[in-house]
């Protein structure tokens, strides 16, 4: 069965520091895939959309990268605040490119 | 980025009765539309997908007589939780895309619509 998983474990780290989060999907081959910053009680936001023949694309202080050979991607906040503490949800597109799949979230805590 | 706006953010019910969330897109026109349950920790699980005029198609669970949905506009959806009961208490959210199939496909969200039923 198709599976997008992502580490359920809070992710804690300093600030200044940088935080990885790992997506990895079994039982699909995405065109592209994509990451949302979900803070509690709101709607997900794009942060993020990289395309399979990308090996990485950056924005500001964010990077993805995109391994189709180990189905994996890396999301990486550099210099981290506290104000990038939320949920961060990968999402593939499914169904013909027609449906949004979504990852359960890795919760970030950057500490002060 | 698009703004999608849902009505209400919140919502409290008696088991029973029948609920209506509103999802609009504020600055484009909406073509297809998705809505999502999330439940406490967990993943935002896609209910329906809904092109505008044309009946939604609701993934595998899910009780299209129960859970219904209306786009009737580029601009306006809506989901009508009927008779509802305590296990439909959840965070309900909506997304836009102004195509059915995009290169770039962007799907904009709205802010989430609490729903309790007491």
């Known amino acids: 069965s198709q599976k997008i998983e992502q580490n359920s474990e809070a992710l804690n780290i300093q600030e200044g520091k940088t935080a990885t989060l790992t997506c990895n999907y079994t039982?699909?081959?995405?065109?592209?895939l994509q990451w949302y910053r979900q803070d509690p009680g709101r709607g997900p936001v794009f942060l993020l959309l990289?395309?399979?023949?990308?090996k990485e694309k950056r924005k500001e202080r964010l990077k993805v990268t995109f391994d189709t050979t180990l189905k994996q991607s890396l999301f990486h906040i550099t210099a981290s605040q506290p104000a990038d503490s939320a949920t961060y949800l990968c999402?593939?597109?499914?169904?013909?490119?027609?449906?949004?799949?979504f990852g359960a979230g890795t919760r970030l805590a950057v500490h002060p | 980025g698009a703004v999608v706006s849902q009505h209400p953010s919140w919502v409290i019910c008696k088991s029973g009765t029948s609920v209506k969330i509103e999802c609009r897109s504020l600055?484009?026109?909406?073509?297809?539309m998705f809505w999502y349950r999330q439940f406490p920790k967990q993943s935002l699980m896609l209910m329906a997908t809904s092109n505008e005029g044309s009946k939604a198609t609701y993934e595998q669970g899910v009780e299209k007589d129960k859970f219904l949905i209306n786009h009737a506009s580029l601009t306006l959806s809506t989901l009508t939780v009927t008779s509802a009961h305590p296990e439909d208490s959840s965070f309900y959210i909506c997304?836009?895309?102004?195509?059915?199939?995009?290169?770039?496909?962007?799907?904009?969200f709205g802010p989430g619509t609490r729903l309790t039923v007491t």
């Open positions: 997304s836009a895309r102004t195509s059915g199939r995009s290169e770039k496909n962007e799907q904009y």
């Open positions: 039982n699909y081959s995405p065109a592209y």
């Open positions: 990289i395309r399979e023949n990308e």
């Open positions: 600055d484009f026109q909406a073509t297809t």
């Open positions: 999402a593939l597109l499914s169904g013909g490119y027609n449906k949004l799949i």
